[in-house]
């Protein structure tokens, strides 16, 4: 029987991981942390029977607290409350499926605690990975990586660890809007950017897919979890989302690993690794999808790649600017505050007024997150 807690338990990843577990009859979910959604994570509760659940704001909290009194469940609020949950005892997997910056703290406690993490909260390893990494081989933790394009590297370096990777190969759809020019980006409207080809995902990461953000955030992820440079992470445009990455090794032989776009096949392997069990669903027909093709990504129409790759070789606390300014700048996108090149423009002008500090601790990487968001705000 495996047991498990899950950090944004309502959002894309956390309803797809609970999907998983109704699917396999020995998974526990003991805890559970949701952001605003009571409605949906009182249903979860009850469905599920953890014995902590964790909600953001104290007055919701007391509100679910309230519906669920009835339950054996406890309530908890705040960072505190999700520190609880993260070392908790009776669990072993940390599924980090919350959005934002909010992850750090408790993924390092879990880890602390000796908790293998499922990290699907990529802003850990973006602007943290520099502490996030020595700290699993000082504790002996695994950390499994939930994104598809890192999972399917993971998958790649199955029984190769040994060899040297000489680069990754991140694939990426290239979004809704691949192959416009800025001119014609200019009046994209929210519920165009919402419209993604291949992945059905939240809101905020499928506006960062649209501008490739998201592709900038996940190649600097997987510097930190693959131990490689950022020039040795490659971005490839692959249209039909196929294949979800690859790695090549010095001897020029290319390992991938393919499969439909599923987001329950990388959560179910990382929960289960190494085994792997049934999952089901569509299957991959060679037959009917006739060919898979390749393109460079356009880091000039969507500049947000090219700062990624910026930040991520300057590193420091500018990884976490990027990321913050790009976080605002979603926001007050899905608002109708800003139009859509100026999520970019966002992110480059808080990069370039930054003076960067390397090798942060925590209390600097979120203070740096604070300065970015204070600075945004006084500007737009």
Not at 130 to 153: C, F, N, Q, W, Y
Request: charged share 25%; proline share 4%.
């Amino acid at each position: 029987m495996k047991n498990i807690a899950i950090l944004g338990s309502t959002g894309s990843i956390g309803t797809q991981t609970l999907d998983v577990v109704r699917a396999n009859r020995d998974i526990e979910v003991r805890a559970l942390a949701a952001g605003r959604n009571i409605r949906l994570l009182e249903e979860q509760i009850r469905e599920f029977g953890p014995q902590l659940a964790a909600v953001w704001e104290e007055e919701q909290a007391k509100e679910l607290a309230l519906r669920v009194r009835d339950l054996d469940v406890r309530v908890v609020s705040g960072m505190e409350g999700l520190l609880e949950l993260a070392v908790m005892p009776g669990y072993e997997i940390l599924v980090t499926a919350i959005v934002g910056m909010i992850g750090i703290r408790p993924t390092i406690a879990a880890m602390e605690a000796g908790k293998d993490i499922a990290l699907a909260n990529k802003e850990t390893l973006v602007t943290a990975g520099h502490l996030i990494m020595p700290l699993a081989e000082k504790t002996g933790v695994r950390i499994l990586p939930v994104d598809s394009e890192h999972s399917a590297i993971f998958q790649s370096l199955n029984g190769e660890r040994q060899n040297r990777i000489h680069k990754i190969l991140l694939t990426a759809s290239g979004g809704p809007f691949r192959g416009r020019t800025r001119e014609e980006l200019k009046h994209i409207r929210p519920e165009d950017a919402l419209k993604h080809p291949n992945w059905s995902m939240g809101q905020k990461i499928t506006i960062d897919s649209s501008t490739m953000v998201n592709k900038g955030l996940e190649v600097m992820e997987a510097r930190w979890l693959f131990g490689v440079s950022m020039d040795e992470v490659q971005v490839v445009v692959q249209p039909q989302s196929v294949i979800h990455s690859m790695v090549e090794f010095e001897d020029g032989a290319v390992m991938a690993q393919l499969g439909t776009p599923d987001m329950k096949l990388p959560i179910q392997y990382a929960l289960y690794y190494p085994e792997r069990r049934f999952l089901a669903g569509a299957r991959l027909d060679f037959a009917k999808l006739g060919q898979i093709t390749f393109e460079a990504p356009d880091m000039v129409n969507f500049e947000g790649l090219s700062l990624a790759y910026e930040a991520g070789r300057a590193g420091g606390t500018l990884p976490t600017v990027f990321n913050a300014a790009n976080e605002r700048a979603v926001r007050k996108f899905l608002n109708g505050e800003i139009g859509y090149l100026t999520i970019t423009e966002m992110i480059r002008t808080s990069m370039e007024r930054h003076r960067t500090i390397p090798g942060p601790s925590v209390d600097e990487i979120l203070a740096a997150e604070q300065e970015t968001y204070d600075f945004i705000e006084s500007r737009w």
